[in-house]
Each structure stands twice: as structure tokens, then as C-alpha cells.
């Protein structure tokens, strides 16, 4: 399974736009990545979720380069709500058993959005 | 629309006691994780299942047990309750078919164990 980097935290204003970006050197050819967000005291939640170039859906955008080797996900005009931790995860959409029996979400990016 | 169902939410175990983590699931999901996520960091997988009667160890397996005799329910157990497995749980489930096939969490069961 691809091992992903992220930012520790980032602190942003509401009405930025956030952009936190996820390292994934070796990612393999079948591997998507997704995104999720988890609120405190809550189980993360899917975000988004893209193999290659841009997916844009109604809460984020996803921009994948064409090596794949990094993604970047972009809130757009964040709001208070939107402090969270953000996490990378890459993986092969077949199911665990392509990952290895390994699916890592690693530390995840700790947003704080202030007012 | 329930999703997926953790009991309970809070715990306190004494060393060496057993329990049992319940986790119940409404959308027919075929596989089904657990994680454990400690302060700070990311979630760890411990067991996951790819349907009824089928499972297998993640990363950290050691000191649980599990099983999947329904499609809805993945109970974890602990058998011999240790400090280092003081965390919050979190089971999940989804669907391994097609492309866009996230993971629904529960909300997870904080366990201190002293």
C-alpha cells in the first residue's frame, strides 16, 4: 500500500480557500485516492474520491498531476465548521485484499479555521 | 437510515477483564473493518471482513478477536484487557465493487483500561 504524507496542521480564515496536499510516492497503477474528514468524537467521513487529473463535487476538489505522485485536496471558502483532520488515503478500489491487508490513514492534516 | 452502529460508546476496563465491542451495519455492506485510533494519530487496522464467516488480521491484530456470522454484525472482542489498548474503536464498512466505495464509520467507542 502506498505510504502518504501530509502536513501536520494548517491554520486558515473563513472565506479561504484551503489546499492541503498528500505525498504518495509509490503508488501503484490500480491505487484511487480518497479523502476523508473527522470531526472530534466522530468517525471520519468520505470527501472525495479520484484516480487522475480533477474531480469536483459540492464540499471539495480533488487535483491529481499526471505522475500521481501527489494530490491536493482545495475547500473552497471554509468556514468554522470546516475545522477538522483531513486525511489521505490510497488504495486499490477491488478491495483490501489488492491492498495487502493494509489500509493506513496515517496522521491525517489537523485544520483549524479561525474566524 | 442508521448506517453503521456502535455500542457501546464509552468503556472502562479493568486490566485483564474481557469485553465485547458491538458493531451492527444496515446497508448490506459485504466487508467490514476495525480500527483503533489512539491520541493524535491515524487509525490502525486490526481485523477487517469480506463477508459472513470470512476474516482476516490488519496491522495491529494482537490482543482481539473477531467474527462475522451475519452480514450485519462484527463484533470485536478483548480478551485480556491491557493499558496499550486504551483507544477509541472505530468499525466500518462499504462495498469492494466499482470505483467510488468509501468507508462508512461508526462513531466509534472510546475504551480506557486501568
Known amino acids: 500500500l502506498a505510504k502518504t504524507t501530509q502536513p501536520i496542521s494548517m491554520d486558515s480564515y473563513e472565506g479561504q480557500e484551503v489546499n492541503i496536499t498528500c505525498s504518495h510516492n509509490?503508488?501503484?497503477?490500480?491505487?484511487?485516492i480518497t479523502w476523508y474528514q473527522q470531526f472530534p468524537s466522530q468517525g471520519p467521513r468520505f470527501i472525495i474520491q479520484?484516480?487522475?487529473t480533477k474531480v469536483t463535487n459540492e464540499v471539495a476538489s480533488l487535483f491529481i498531476p499526471a505522475d500521481r505522485k501527489s494530490s491536493t485536496l482545495s475547500l473552497p471558502r471554509v468556514s468554522l465548521s470546516d475545522t477538522a483532520v483531513y486525511y489521505c488515503?490510497?488504495?486499490?478500489?477491488?478491495?483490501?485484499?489488492?491492498?495487502?491487508?493494509?489500509?493506513?490513514f496515517g496522521g491525517g492534516t489537523r485544520v483549524l479555521v479561525k474566524p | 437510515n442508521a448506517g453503521v452502529t456502535q455500542t457501546p460508546k464509552f468503556r472502562i476496563l479493568k486490566i485483564g477483564q474481557s469485553m465485547t465491542l458491538q458493531c451492527t451495519q444496515d446497508?448490506?455492506?459485504?466487508?467490514m473493518y476495525w480500527y483503533r485510533q489512539d491520541p493524535g494519530m491515524g487509525l490502525k487496522l486490526i481485523y477487517y471482513?469480506?463477508?459472513?464467516?470470512?476474516?482476516d488480521k490488519g496491522e495491529v491484530p494482537n490482543g482481539y478477536n473477531v467474527s462475522r456470522s451475519t452480514t450485519e454484525d462484527f463484533p470485536l472482542r478483548l480478551e485480556l484487557a491491557a493499558p496499550s489498548q486504551t483507544s477509541v474503536y472505530f468499525c466500518?464498512?462499504?462495498?469492494?465493487?466499482?470505483?467510488?466505495?468509501?468507508?462508512?464509520f461508526g462513531d466509534g467507542t472510546r475504551l480506557s483500561i486501568l
Open positions: 488515503l490510497v488504495g486499490d478500489p477491488r478491495g483490501i485484499k489488492a491492498a495487502g491487508n493494509k489500509l493506513t
Open positions: 446497508m448490506n455492506h459485504n466487508y
Open positions: 479520484g484516480y487522475k
Open positions: 466500518a464498512s462499504n462495498h469492494p465493487a466499482g470505483t467510488h466505495q468509501p468507508q462508512h
Open positions: 509509490n503508488i501503484a497503477t490500480n491505487d484511487y
Open positions: 471482513s469480506v463477508g459472513a464467516g470470512i476474516t
